[in-house]
């Protein structure tokens, strides 16, 4: 395909997202299977684009005037990969299999390309509906978070110390010249091609054997924090495919014992065949069964002996709008009040497997007070028993990084918040409490 008939690719893929309100994904992979002639290239720079036009979808509809596929399309072509008017004209020649050519008032546009009178949702590329939830967090910085939550997303791996150093990951991998984390000293990060797409790293050795996952250095940062203790006995209510319960289990080194459950099978089955290649011995997956409450029975047995309970709580995911763009603008209040709900039931129901003097890590991959702090203080007012472990006091675990850490991140009372702007990471809320009695 040539470059004009991409973009004309890419307009036809953001009209079918904006009409039938589908995942981008799925929409993508529907488009390829229609278009088999399609090389692998053209279906890679086809989503860098599609996905590009979604992170900047409301700066570029702004400049644009509206927010039609085409507008979209043409105003990320301006405001995100920085081509001139006369550029994206040449694409635009009307050509067979290009676009249409470009209007005056498009030109106009283009040329233009100001974002100097457009509020803060329109500069941070987020729902207006969300303005107000971001500006009780971030205030006046609110729209640059925004911005840095609307570009690409590196390729984190975690070095899963079960099976080799740090040391042995980076020259395994040498060829994809990964460098260090800048917080987590189990990170590596490797950088993505010019189009956005990451080098195939689940078909390296490395991976193949379990020496390396693929984690955001914000997830690992979330494991560390929690600090599992050696030879403790530890519980990973919503595990979900295991990610953290992988880093949880590497951390432990592979002493005590570390038990995973999650409430849907679905999320959890990937688990099982992760354990095995990163060689968790210590992991013991806990499936749900039955039906409505039946489906906690399974953990009974260990009511009260947790040293730490860890609940990486399903939420809005506004901390990974990098990696999913298409989210934020599916995403409605409704689902934000359903998540709130869901996740202090959660926080309830871990708290009687945690015994006195353990811990309960709260997490999540949201940027809303509403789903964080508000959580945090909600849950201590109802369980007296737990008191808020200071950040100061948590990033101990980082050692001197965590020092850093703390000053990179936004620290409240309650927990700490990484951001992309802040820490390079995806976004995380970081809660840990311990239980006096």
Request: with cysteine; aromatic share 4%; charged share 25%.
């Amino acid at each position: 395909m040539t470059p004009a008939a991409r973009l004309s690719a890419a307009i036809e893929v953001m009209g079918s997202i904006l009409t039938e309100r589908r995942p981008a994904a799925d929409v993508l992979r529907d488009w390829g299977r229609s278009h088999r002639f399609a090389g692998s290239g053209d279906r890679a720079a086809l989503s860098s684009l599609v996905y590009d036009a979604l992170r900047r979808r409301a700066s570029a509809g702004w400049i644009m005037g509206g927010e039609t596929p085409r507008a979209l399309v043409l105003g990320t072509l301006r405001l995100a990969r920085g081509l001139d008017v006369e550029a994206i004209a040449a694409l635009c020649d009307g050509a067979r299999f290009a676009p249409e050519p470009l209007s005056e008032d498009e030109r106009a546009q283009l040329d233009a390309a100001s974002l100097d009178d457009a509020p803060a949702h329109v500069r941070g590329d987020y729902p207006d509906w969300l303005d107000a939830s971001l500006a009780s967090v971030f205030g006046e910085a609110r729209a640059e978070e925004g911005m840095a939550l609307a570009e690409r997303a590196p390729l984190d791996l975690r070095v899963n110390t079960l099976k080799g150093a740090v040391d042995k990951a980076t020259q395994q991998l040498s060829h994809l010249d990964p460098v260090p984390g800048q917080w987590s000293p189990l990170a590596l990060r490797i950088a993505l091609s010019a189009d956005g797409k990451a080098p195939p790293v689940t078909v390296e050795p490395a991976y193949l054997k379990g020496l390396v996952e693929v984690q955001d250095e914000g997830s690992q940062l979330a494991a560390i924090l929690a600090a599992p203790p050696r030879g403790g006995q530890v519980l990973d209510l919503c595990a979900g495919g295991g990610g953290k319960t992988l880093a949880l289990a590497a951390l432990m080194d592979g002493a005590g014992q570390l038990y995973a459950y999650d409430d849907d099978l679905r999320r959890l089955a990937p688990i099982h065949e992760r354990v095995q290649r990163a060689g968790a011995h210590n992991v013991q997956v806990r499936s749900p069964r039955g039906k409505g409450a039946a489906r906690a029975e399974v953990l009974d047995d260990l009511e009260g002996r947790m040293d730490l309970v860890l609940v990486d709580a399903p939420c809005t995911g506004t901390g990974t709008w990098r990696r999913n763009p298409d989210a934020k603008w599916r995403m409605r209040p409704g689902a934000l009040a359903e998540r709130v709900k869901e996740q202090a039931e959660i926080l309830d129901a871990a708290a009687r497997f945690v015994k006195p003097g353990g811990r309960l890590a709260y997490i999540t991959c949201s940027l809303l007070d509403e789903e964080n702090v508000d959580q945090i203080r909600a849950f201590v007012t109802r369980h007296p028993a737990f008191r808020p472990i200071p950040p100061a006091e948590a990033v101990l675990a980082l050692g001197e990084r965590g020092i850093a850490l703390r000053e990179a991140a936004l620290e409240r009372p309650e927990g700490l918040l990484l951001t992309p702007r802040r820490t390079h990471t995806d976004g995380f809320f970081v809660a840990l409490m311990v239980r006096e009695a």
